[in-house]
T-cell receptor
Framework: SAVISQKPSRDICQRGTSLTIQCQVD?????MFWYRQQPGQSLTLIAT?????????ESGFVIDKFPISRPNLTFSTLTVSNMSPEDSSIYLC???????????FGSGTRLTVV | QKEVEQNSGPLSVPEGAIASLNCTYS??????FFWYRQYSGKSPELIMF????GDKEDGRFTAQLNKASQYVSLLIRDSQPSDSATYLC?????????FGTGTRLQVFP
């Protein structure tokens, strides 16, 4: 299965600023996803990162707040824009090769907004 | 809204016992089913996946799937304190992976 490098691992940011999270996969993958995990909760899908086209967002998430890029089959970024304390969470990227042998995760980015 | 339901626990079992974790899902179109383990402060780690009705065994872990009942379970035999973690059930909806709320398992010596 794919190995994903995610960075930064953590950050503390001022409200009103933006943070870009990067994920690099060690092999080409068909699908990449971004999740949010709030403290003590499960994973909520933010969006599917589509290579060469706009991301597909889940209900409750919008492009202006969480712009996503996927320029190729091994790399994606998620930006958390105009942050507020409510954005404090762990953000995780995930990749799947399309063979149904599981979706692997990056190590996560722990974001604290102050 | 497609849903995946799990009992949040905690489920407490003694060392050496069988831990049984359960999950139900609402989307009859789901084709693939996964169990992930997540230690505190870590990202989810894939334990098992199952696609067909019945049982699938891998070491101390057995996944069970019943599509008619929309039910998937995970059995952990000979539970160890190191198995203490949150176990996340996930099912596919089209190509997306939708997670349940997770069950916290505690294995006590």
């Amino acid at each position: 299965s794919a190995v994903i490098s995610q960075k930064p691992s953590r950050d503390i940011c001022q409200r009103g600023t933006s943070l870009t999270i990067q994920c690099q996969v060690d092999s080409q993958v068909t699908m990449m996803f971004w999740y949010r995990q709030q403290p003590g909760q499960s994973l909520t899908l933010i969006a599917t990162a589509n290579q060469g086209s706009e991301a597909t967002y889940e209900s409750g998430f919008v492009i202006d707040k969480f712009p996503i890029s996927r320029p190729n089959l091994t790399f994606s970024t998620l930006t958390v824009s105009n942050m507020s304390p409510e954005d404090s969470s762990i953000y995780l990227c995930s990749a799947a090769s399309g063979d149904n042998y599981g979706y692997t995760f990056g190590s996560g980015t722990r974001l604290t907004v102050v | 809204q497609k849903e995946v339901e799990q009992n949040s626990g905690p489920l407490s079992v003694p060392e050496g016992a069988i831990a049984s974790l359960n999950c139900t899902y609402s989307d009859r179109g789901s084709q693939s089913f996964f169990w992930y383990r997540q230690y505190s402060g870590k990202s989810p780690e894939l334990i098992m996946f199952i696609y067909s009705n019945g049982d699938k065994e891998d070491g101390r872990f057995t996944a069970q799937l019943n599509k008619a009942s929309q039910y998937v379970s995970l059995l952990i035999r000979d539970s160890q304190p190191s198995d203490s973690a949150t176990y996340l059930c996930a099912v596919t909806h089209t190509d997306k992976l939708i997670f349940g709320t997770g069950t916290r398992l505690q294995v006590f010596p």
